[in-house]
């Protein structure tokens, strides 16, 4: 608890804090303009914000944004010296890493309680009818839970090569998850679990088309083996990237 303690206040008034609340207001500040240049009896049905939020969201928002907190968290820890102050703690290091993991973990999911509100008030400037809370709470929490494996895989990026290479691996992310999420092959991708399990709970093809009620991408059976699969592979992700920082020697 101490090393996440000081996890959290390495990101306190820095950018990554401010990214956490920016990224998702965008789909508010996407409500705003529209709501001007719709006709004053006009009224979406909130059908179509949740088609665009959770398409662009675990799309292109989670794999970029997880890699641009992963590279502005390791420049930190290069600008304070290469955790040598750390390492030089009688701690052993792989507590160091799965303190950084959780501490990414609890971000992101402040960025999904921020998206989740931003949904809801861009369904009371633009829709009408009732709010489908139901849909909106279970997209949000589970492209969280299904995108934390994701986490240390982008940290060992940017702490392996450096910001360059983490986002880099961050754009073969978005274009694998995209290209994977509506094949057989979506599990051997980690990038396409969130785009993926958003067709049955959203009804949203990962080309962000509605999907036909007889469409196979609805089967929900994939929701259960995604989560499953998503955290075990998150425990095995942390387990083989902090074994790595272990043996990392500190330049």
Known sequence: MNLMRSEFLKSKRTLMRKLLVLA??????????????????????????????????????????????????????RKAGQ??????????????????????????????LVLIAAIVLSGLITASGGIPWGRIFAGG?????????????????????????????????LASGAAAAASPYWVYVPWSWPIRLMCPIIGVHPNGTLLDAASPLRNSSVIPEGIVLSLAAFLLFTWLTAAWFSRREVR
């Open 141 to 173: 929490f589970t492209v969280w839970l299904v995108s934390l494996a994701i986490i240390p895989l982008h940290l060992w990026a940017a702490a392996w090569k450096g910001t360059i290479f983490g986002m880099a691996v961050g754009l073969i992310g």
């Open 24 to 77: 998702p207001l965008f789909f508010l500040l996407m409500a705003l303009p529209q709501k001007l240049l719709m006709p004053a009896d006009y009224w979406r049905p909130w059908q179509l914000i949740l088609d665009l939020v959770y398409n662009w969201w675990p799309l292109i928002f989670v794999p970029m944004g997880t890699a641009l907190l992963a590279a502005l968290a390791e420049s930190q820890e």
């Open 83 to 112: 955790y040598r102050g750390l390492r030089s703690r009688p701690l052993h290091p792989a507590r160091l890493w799965i303190a950084k993991v959780l501490v990414m973990g609890f971000h992101t999911l402040s960025a999904t």
